[in-house]
């Protein structure tokens, strides 16, 4: 089965650090583009990060830009996302997401939500002030 399974997230306080996981099942991770999505309560989902086979140039939404690191390990078919310095309108649930078949994040917008095709499940991260 096709497949992207998130994990790490929970309770943190202002200033701290999470790093959640994206694992990936059924397909191969030799060409993948991988996003980071987050959804706080009643706002939009927005981009967070992408990372891609081809280029392994990382994007960041602006509001995390400094704070956040995203990386991959293709042995452990994983990407990671690196929180720091959390804020807590970084609350939010946590999604990673891939373009299948693809080795590139999406061009010109990386974190055009359409473009992604396959989700995980989401991980809630709660930042307390």
């Known amino acids: 089965e096709v497949q992207l399974v998130e994990s790490g997230g929970g309770l943190v306080q202002a200033g701290g650090s999470l790093r959640l996981s994206c694992r990936a099942s059924g397909f191969t991770f030799d060409d993948y583009a991988i996003g980071w999505f987050r959804q706080a309560p009643g706002k939009e989902r927005e981009g967070v990060s992408c990372i891609s086979s081809s280029d392994r140039r990382p994007y960041y939404g602006d509001s995390v830009k400094g704070r956040f690191t995203i990386s991959s390990d293709n042995a452990k078919n994983t990407v990671y996302l690196q929180m720091s310095s959390l804020k807590p309108e970084d609350t939010a649930v946590y999604y990673c997401?891939?373009?299948?078949?693809?080795?590139?994040?999406?061009?010109?917008?990386?974190?055009?939500?359409?473009?992604?095709?396959?989700w995980g499940q989401g991980t809630l991260v709660t930042v307390s002030s």
């Open positions: 997401a891939s373009v299948v078949a693809v080795s590139a994040c999406p061009t010109p917008a990386w974190a055009y939500i359409p473009a992604y095709d396959l």
